[in-house]
Every structure is written in C-alpha cells, then in structure tokens.
C-alpha cells in the first residue's frame, strides 16, 4: 500500500512540505489545470508539476483526474477526436512516471452534495447530501454549491436536453468505446485506468448513472477485460447506495487485481438516501473501515490509498472536503488500520 495525498497543484493552499510531514505519506494525487479541457496536456506542465511535488520529497504516481469530455460521454461523433487525445495524454503521463489515472464518467455533474458545510455538534462541518432536498430543485434554475459553474444556463439546459436520448445502456456503450479506445495507449505507458464510481451512486436529475455497484461493475470488467481497465475503490460514493456491502466488494475486487486506487472515507446515514461525511474512523459512522482495510489486504491489495475528504476542523476553512486537518489525521488512522491488518490481527 503507498498512503498519498489529493494536492490541487500550485493553487492548492496546503504546501506539499505540510503533506510530507504526516507520516507515512509518499506522494501526492494531482492534476494538470491548466490545460483547456479535452486537449492534450502539454508535457511541459506536466514535468513541472512533477518537479515541484518530486522536489518535495514526494511521488506523483497517480493522476486524479484527466476529465472526459461531454462529447465523450454523450458520443458526439467529435468523440474519436477527444479519445485520441486523451490517449496522448497518457503516454505522456505514462512517461512521467504515472501508474495510474482516476477517472469518473458521470454526465454532466461531477459528485454532488446539498449542503458543504453541514454543522456538527462539536463545532466542525463537512459535506452532507439530502435525497428531499434535491428532489425539490430544478437544475436549470438552481446551482448548488460546487458545482462546475462555467456551464451558462443556456448550455447547461442544452446538455440537459441531450441526455435525454442518453440512457444507461447507451451511456455503458460510450464508456466501453472510450475505454477500447484508449486501452492501447494504456498498455504502451503502463498505466492503468481507475473509475470513480458514481456519487452519490444513483440518477440524479434524471441523469443516467451507471458506476453504482456490483451489477455494473461486474459487466465493465467482462465487457473490457483488459489487465489496465480498474477501479477506483471509493468506499464513501459507494457506500452511499446501502445495498452496496462495501466490505464485500472491497475483498471480491481486490482479488480480481481490479483495485489500483482507494478513495476511504466514513458517511452516516439518515433518513431514506441521506449521508453526511464524517471522521475517517468506523464508529464515526455506518461503514465497516477496520472490515474494509482488512478485505483489501486479505485479498492481496497493493494499490495506492488516500483518505477521502475530510471535514472542516481546528478553524480551517478548507477547499469543502479537501482540508489538511481532518485529512491528516484520516490517513494516521488509516496508516493504524493497514498495519494491524497487515499483522493478521
Ligand atoms: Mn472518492
């Protein structure tokens, strides 16, 4: 297991000298931000962002994320343009040093949240979803909070209206054409693919979503085979969907070596789909930590690991779920979990 660290690049306003001081950590998982969206990232940058985190003391092995474009998602016929694109940028990533990149093919939003900084009682806030809250809005009038605002309502409403000839089977079939698409790429550079899966793990809008579980999962990997097409194994996105036993699916992918990367975070349940995010340990919250460390390392995990978000503690007033504190101490705690499953206890 190699602990790391989601580093926002030089804009991020934890310094990567902070990062290295939490123990065990060995590298960060960045990206590229300024390259416009679906071109191929200049070597250029890509070399100097390396510089600065290795310069630091630290790795950057993992790519967290390369975006697919809509066009990708929608398959646009301008898609094969992206595809190749996207393809040159894993070679150059692959020469880089990169192992692995993390990816997510949702439409449209990325995760989303009805509430950034949920108050709890002993004074920290983090990130919290409410299924009754969001049934309530309508996204081409609302915006919640972190959302991709360079959408205009206009094309927002336009891209909207596109995936409603866009379900899930289609949606399956465009991700199967990406991935065949780039998988040449991957083997040349050695570099394996890791999806995200959904989050929250559900349509949202009216918007198909298919990374959601074990069914579809299961139909990724027997549909694309390929030693480099993964899984991002993101306990908290998971989770959220409570058919998922994510103790389970932690142990059955691990020994398939489908699990190149672990998202691990706590959610707490409440009511019918709702979770908050909560301190990384297991009686913080409604998922099993201790049971999912222990399934990944019974089953032979040696991928890369992050905590996930954490929450606004000590003052901080981090970027929502991607603060220094809480995190920090998520990954002691997680460091505690791997090496008491790695001693068999
Ligand atoms: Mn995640």
Request: hydrophobic content about 35%.
């Amino acid at each position: 297991m190699k602990m790391t660290f989601r580093w926002f690049g030089e804009s991020d306003s934890i310094p990567l000298s902070y990062i290295k001081q939490i123990p065990g950590m060995t590298g960060v998982v960045t990206a590229v931000y300024d390259c416009p969206p679906g071109s191929v990232w200049s070597e250029k940058s890509v070399a100097r962002l390396k510089k600065a985190v290795n310069d630091a003391g630290l790795e950057m092995e993992v790519i967290e994320s390369v975006p697919v474009p809509e066009a990708v998602k929608l398959g646009r016929p301008e898609r094969d343009e992206y595809i190749q694109n996207y393809a040159a940028t894993i070679k150059i990533l692959g020469a880089a040093g990169v192992k692995c990149v993390c990816y997510n093919f949702m439409p449209v939003f990325d995760w989303l949240r009805t509430d950034l900084s949920k108050p709890a009682p002993d004074g920290s806030d983090s990130l919290s979803f409410d299924g009754e809250h969001m049934a309530r809005l309508d996204p081409k009038k609302t915006a919640l909070p972190g959302w991709d605002l360079s959408y205009t309502p206009e094309k927002l409403g336009e891209l909207l209206d596109e995936y409603k000839s866009v379900d899930k089977e289609k949606l399956f079939g465009n991700l199967v054409y990406f991935l065949r698409g780039i998988l040449p790429a991957c083997e040349e550079a050695g570099v394996d693919m890791a999806i995200h899966p959904d989050d929250p793990p559900w349509d949202i809008f009216g918007l198909p979503r298919i990374i959601t579980g074990e069914e579809w999962i299961d139909r990724l990997f027997s549909e694309v085979p390929d030693r480099h097409n993964n899984l991002t194994f993101c306990t908290g996105s998971l989770g959220a969907g409570r058919s998922n036993d994510v103790v389970r699916l932690a142990g059955k992918y691990a020994a398939q070596n489908r699990i190149k990367f672990a998202h691990l975070r706590q959610i707490k349940f409440f009511g019918d789909d709702g979770f908050t995010e909560t301190g990384h340990r297991t009686a913080d919250g409604s998922l099993d930590m201790y049971g999912i460390v222990k399934a990944l390392i019974d089953n032979g995990f040696d991928g890369y690991v992050r905590p996930d978000h954490g929450r606004n503690i000590w003052g901080e007033r981090g970027k929502p779920g991607y603060g220094l504190y809480d995190r920090a101490l998520g990954a002691a705690y997680l460091n505690g979990l791997f090496e008491a499953a790695e001693h068999g206890n």
